[in-house]
């Protein structure tokens, strides 16, 4: 992928906050018992069940907030998708300085150290795959316990889009970081002048 396309993708990365604000909205808030008046089934569940369906949320909470990290992440991807076409730019100047100067500050920044940052997306993977894994758990704990219809009622809901929007997001990250990192390593291994060191 080129770098043009590459930045691109980058700046179409949905809004993660928003996607993760929707999702609250219309998932998490529903099966807080004090909110789903418009969700009567909701209100029919046991008291037993209500309970573990409120320790998951918490669990789940806990998970959805490391998943918030993620938007570092995106403004990081942006700022390497524009230091990336600074350094090919630098390259096609043959201006050395600034060449070595953006190289070293994506090497060993504090904020832009981009191994740091490809470790911070595949831990971003993992914990998206994580509230993945316990969203369909809490939703196969309330499939059991509703009727056909209420189920396809509520999986209806856009809770599920949104979540679907998460885990696209995770699986672009990692695409792009990779993508990103490849195009890094090959200019910071060319001289400015565009030969091989």
Partial sequence: MDLRS??????QLPNLAENIAQFQQH???PLRSNTNSHLPFLQKLSPQLKKEINQRL???SET?????????????????????????????RDDQQ????????????????ISQTLTDVQEFTETVGLMEEQYHEINQLLEKNMSLEET???MDLPHKLYMLALVKTARD???????????????AKSTPNGRKR
């Fill in 6 to 11: 590459l930045r691109q993708d980058v700046q």
């Fill in 58 to 60: 918490t669990l789940f």
């Fill in 27 to 29: 998932w998490i808030k």
């Fill in 152 to 154: 396809l009622f509520f």
């Fill in 173 to 187: 990250h990692k695409r792009i970081a990779r993508d990103l990192g490849r195009h890094f390593v090959e200019m």
């Fill in 98 to 113: 600034k060449h070595k100067m953006i190289t070293n500050h994506l090497l060993k920044d504090e904020f832009l150290n």
């Fill in 64 to 92: 959805l907030a490391a998943v918030q990290s993620g938007t570092t992440i995106q403004d990081k991807l942006r700022s390497y998708a524009h230091y990336l076409v600074e350094l090919k730019l630098a390259s096609l």
